[in-house]
């Protein structure tokens, strides 16, 4: 089938000396075994074949050789056969036939079912799925009803697939034991298919027929959204019964409350999460971390260190791997903040995870920088192993951003100019490199090279923003700046930080009241102590100076080393 791709769930096949030791087995309990001779030749050319990379006759004489033996295990391997061949049509066959020969084999059912799906004909799967549930264990039935939106997700007609299983499976709809999960089924059918309307009634009928069934309230989570508090309601009953819910739907329940940004309904899930089940690991790691997001590294510092001594204790996993590195990084920061820089190295010194190794190396560099090792900082970095492609760009971006940071502009320039010279148009770099020269006042080159940036890559919005920032910022040629800057805001309408530069351009050309509403704007949208400088200053010059005080003291909250907002304040004169 060209163009299409094998199902994702069926197995690889068994090898023939797999195959022939069952046949042997069998022939040890019946000497009448369809396996004679001339089958066992044809099924090694059939074996000769697949590995000569010849799949069609391999498939043609395995698939016949099961069907005079009637071995489900023959059936099974042409099958396969012809999937990893990318044959839908002939991968259909063979499970069509092992299907009519075997009429109660769930695997037969499944591959059919499968199959059809692949090949995106949907119309066609009712009665292998209606085989399917058939033949499943009762026991087993609601793993089977979960599995089936994922069965059907790439299905062209998403409509057509919801209607068809829903009139398939109609009659477990209302039998007690699996009409909850059947909704539940239903309802992620009805939402893949854009019907959310739709899949909220299933959910509510789910719930309606099982009060106790997880599959409806987990819809129902994804389902949750201001505009339709039926969901959460369905959701918030659930977790208030007497009978505790799993820990893993609260922690859905937790993140779907951060996403919205709804930090202390999360934090009472949270705690009634780990007084239910002061064990689960990840939810000491989630309560740690937003502790202290709120500004409460004590309280943080100790939920991260229960989740470090939990985690450790479980199977090493990617994930684990991932949490400890996280909770790690966490820790790190709280000892850094209270000036115990040789705690926080030890954190870091401990994570392990090569995703986040690179990470932790900076941060670690960072910390030696502040202790005035800048050059065994960047020796830590340049000893980092290269695990992959880019490592080694990532390296040097690394040690020139540490560079920055401590400014040391000229070895950062000249270590980005080095790069440059192999790869010439790098835009990344040649942007980094325009930052660098600004902070160099060399304003001729920034301009030149984020020109060419421009030219490489006209929908380069930051550099659009960064060249009329800069002009804005000097008072300098402000028509033009407000035109680059607008043409940033064209490609990122969203930005708050290209909003901010758009204020103070408006504020520049001597337009105040607009220039007040966009940067009120986009402090709301990101607060953020740059933009509070430059908030601050047009409220200041507005005459409104209680409020550009309150404002400059939450920019200087968020990062007391701001140089924007540490040169407005002392060119007004400012004392907060």
């Not at 949907?122 to 033949?135: G, I, R, T």
């Not at 001729?444 to 800069?470: C, F, T, W």
């Not at 986009?522 to 953020?528: E, H, L, Q």
């Given at each position: 089938m060209a163009g299409q791709t094998a199902p994702a769930e069926p197995t690889s096949g068994k090898n023939l000396g797999t195959m022939l030791e069952a046949h042997q087995a069998k022939e040890a309990e019946n000497t009448n075994s369809a396996l004679d001779a001339q089958l066992f030749y044809q099924l090694l050319i059939g074996e000769i074949s697949a590995n000569s990379g010849e799949p069609a006759p391999a498939v043609s004489l395995i698939l016949d050789a099961a069907q005079k033996t009637k071995d489900a295990q023959l059936y099974q391997r042409a099958t396969e056969l012809a999937l990893q061949s990318r044959s839908g049509d002939a991968a259909l066959q063979a499970a069509r036939a092992w299907k009519q020969a075997?009429?109660?084999?769930?695997?037969?059912?499944?591959?059919?079912?499968?199959?059809?799906?692949?090949?995106?004909?949907?119309?066609?799967?009712?009665?292998?799925?209606?085989?399917?549930?058939?033949?499943?264990?009762?026991?087993?039935?609601?793993?089977t009803f979960a599995a089936v939106p994922r069965l059907y997700a790439r299905a062209g007609d998403k409509k057509l697939a919801a209607t068809l299983v829903e009139q398939t499976l109609a009659p477990y709809f209302s039998q007690p034991g699996t009409a909850a999960p059947a909704w539940a089924m239903a309802g992620r059918l009805r939402l893949a298919a854009g019907d959310t309307a739709g899949a909220l009634d299933a959910a509510n009928r789910g719930h309606a027929a099982d009060e106790q069934a997880e599959g409806p309230v987990l819809l129902a989570l994804e389902l949750m959204d201001p505009k339709r508090p039926q969901a959460e309601a369905m959701v918030s009953q659930y977790m208030t019964r007497a009978t505790p819910a799993s820990p893993e739907l609260r922690m859905a329940y937790v993140r779907n409350l951060l996403n919205a940004e709804r930090y202390p309904n999360a934090l009472t899930q949270l705690q009634i999460l780990l007084k239910e089940k002061p064990d689960f690991a990840q939810g000491w790691l989630v309560l740690g971390s937003l502790q202290l997001q709120e500004n409460k590294p004590a309280l943080a510092e100790n939920s991260l260190k229960r989740y470090v001594e939990l985690a450790e204790q479980q199977t090493?996993?990617?994930?684990?791997?991932?949490?400890?590195?996280?909770?790690?990084f966490a820790l790190a920061q709280i000892s850094e903040k209270r000036q115990d820089l040789a705690g926080a190295d030890g954190w870091l010194k401990r994570i392990e995870n090569p995703e986040m190794l690179m990470q932790a190396q900076m941060r670690r560099a960072n910390l030696l920088a502040k202790q005035g090792k800048l050059q065994d900082g960047l020796q830590l970095i340049r000893d980092l192993p290269e695990l992959k492609d880019g490592d080694d760009r990532s390296k040097l971006m690394a040690q020139a951003t540490l560079l920055k940071e401590f400014k040391q502009y000229l070895p950062a320039y000249e270590l980005i100019a080095q790069a440059i010279a192999q790869a010439p148009d790098d835009i990344e770099l040649i942007y980094e490199q325009a930052m660098i020269a600004e902070k160099l006042n060399k304003l001729?080159?920034?301009?030149?090279?984020?020109?060419?940036?421009?030219?490489?890559?006209?929908?380069?919005?930051?550099?659009?923003?960064?060249?009329?920032?800069?002009?804005?910022?000097?008072?300098?040629?402000?028509?033009e700046a407000k035109v680059l800057i607008q043409k940033a805001v064209a490609f990122a309408p969203t930005d708050p930080f290209i909003q901010d530069?758009?204020?103070?351009?408006?504020?520049?050309?001597?337009?105040?009241?607009e220039a007040l509403r966009l940067l009120?704007?986009?402090?709301?949208?990101?607060?953020?102590s740059e933009i509070a400088a430059h908030l601050g200053e047009v409220l200041w010059t507005m005459g409104r100076r209680d409020r550009a005080q309150a404002i400059w003291k939450e920019g200087r909250r968020l990062n007391p080393e701001n140089e924007t907002l540490l040169e407005t304040l002392q060119r007004l004169r400012i004392k907060l």
């Open positions: 075997h009429p109660t084999s769930i695997e037969a059912s499944r591959y059919t079912l499968q199959i059809l799906l692949a090949l995106n004909r949907v119309a066609e799967s009712a009665e292998p799925l209606k085989s399917l549930v058939e033949l499943t264990p009762t026991m087993e039935r609601t793993q090493p996993t990617d994930e684990t791997a991932r949490g400890l590195a996280q909770a790690f001729d080159e920034m301009e030149q090279l984020l020109r060419r940036v421009i030219s490489l890559k006209p929908d380069y919005h930051a550099a659009y923003n960064a060249l009329g920032y800069s002009l804005a910022d000097r008072n300098m040629r402000l028509a530069s758009l204020g103070w351009v408006e504020f520049r050309l001597g337009n105040p009241a009120d704007a986009a402090f709301k949208a990101r607060p953020d």
